[in-house]
């Protein structure tokens, strides 16, 4: 069973920074890559970050690369992905999600999200 918990979406102004944090149970992060997605109004979920399951290898959207980093931390099983210079097309629900990763992630399970929104 694969349990994903995001937390750290807010309220922010453009240019500010934030972190976010998905906490995954288990081995979950020793067993899958991880990686997350965003999901604004009216538009499809897509990806933003990823980074394999050994930490060698991470992918970023062109959109944020530059401005969002993603790591994780293999002994506390969590996942962070920090995001600087935050824009208002930033806004979205950001979800975390685990699977295979192929040079992008390949999900397989989801977190239940959390909401950033930026204002301008």
């Known amino acids: 069973q694969v349990n994903l918990v995001e937390s750290g979406g807010r309220v922010v102004q453009a240019g500010d920074s934030l972190t976010l944090t998905c906490d995954a149970n288990?081995?979950?992060?020793?067993?899958?890559?991880i990686g997350w997605f965003r999901q604004a109004p009216g538009k499809e979920r897509e990806s933003v970050a990823a980074i394999s399951w050994n930490g060698g290898s991470t992918y970023y959207a062109n959109f944020v690369k530059g401005r969002f980093t993603i790591s994780r931390d293999g002994a506390k099983n969590t996942v962070y992905l920090q995001l600087n210079n935050l824009k208002p097309e930033d806004t979205a629900v950001y979800y975390c999600a685990v699977g295979a990763y192929y040079g992008v992630l390949l999900p397989e399970y989801w977190g239940q999200g959390t909401q950033v929104t930026v204002s301008s």
């Open positions: 288990g081995d979950t992060l020793r067993r899958y890559s």
